[in-house]
């Protein structure tokens, strides 16, 4: 029977094995020669380089780049997130803005309004669709005849604005009763009060107090 064929590097296998050891559960590998002087001492042998025993080295490195890809991954959806929810914020607060209004007689100027009268309620601006949107409850004043946004306020005249947007008083009955509607225009106005708010007012109107019976002025939002 043939002898088997010798495995290609066997001797050099053997010997490097052979000048392995094991230290404390670590394998002990050599590395460099070391070089006597003569006349100086010198230090002879060779260096060796501890490794701990059965670990992997190639799949400690792909365990690592994986987490480490996994975390960046990670990093990015969540700024992905956060971008997107910021950006939605921008837009609400950019395209829908609802102001509180508090209208009373005291307001008016120049003064000349309904003392005892009130009035209070939301106003919203939808730049989306145009929409001036409002529902407000008044009281102790006579039947509104009208309503409207008035500014922009002036350095010349700070009281006094002319009417902006012409708004309904659909609902109005009686002393006491709601003013409840929605019209569309342009956006251009509303990005104008919205710019601006503290330069208009909304007045109503009615028999008794033609050029203004209550005021509020469009500031709080809500």
Known sequence: MANPSPIVGAPEMEAQEAD??????????????GHGHGGHGGHGGHGRLHRPLGVNYRKCDWVIWTIVG????????AALIISINAQTKIDHVT???????????????PPGGDGDGFAFGPL?????????????????????????????????????GAVFIPLTVLGAAGTTGNLVDTIF??????????????????????????????????????
């Not at 996994?70 to 990015?76: N, R």
């Not at 395209?95 to 100027?109: F, I, S």
């Not at 989306?128 to 350095?155: C, F, N």
Request: charged share 10%; hydrophobic share 45%.
């Open 95 to 109: 395209n829908v803005q609802r102001y509180c209004l508090q209208a009373d007689g005291d307001q008016v100027k």
């Open 70 to 77: 996994v975390l960046t991954i990670g990093a990015v959806i």
């Open 185 to 222: 225009v342009a956006p251009a106005l509303q990005d104008a009060i919205i710019a601006n708010p503290t330069l208009f007012y909304v007045s109503i109107n009615n028999g008794a107090h033609p050029t203004g019976a209550l005021r509020a002025a469009i500031t709080a939002k809500c």
């Open 124 to 160: 919203t601006l939808d730049r989306r669709s145009g929409a001036v949107i409002w529902s407000l409850i008044y009281a102790d004043i006579e039947v509104p005849t009208s309503m409207s946004i008035h500014g922009p306020l002036s350095v010349g005249d700070p009281a006094v």
């Open 20 to 33: 392995t050891a094991l230290v404390g559960g670590f394998r002990s590998y050599p590395y460099g020669h």
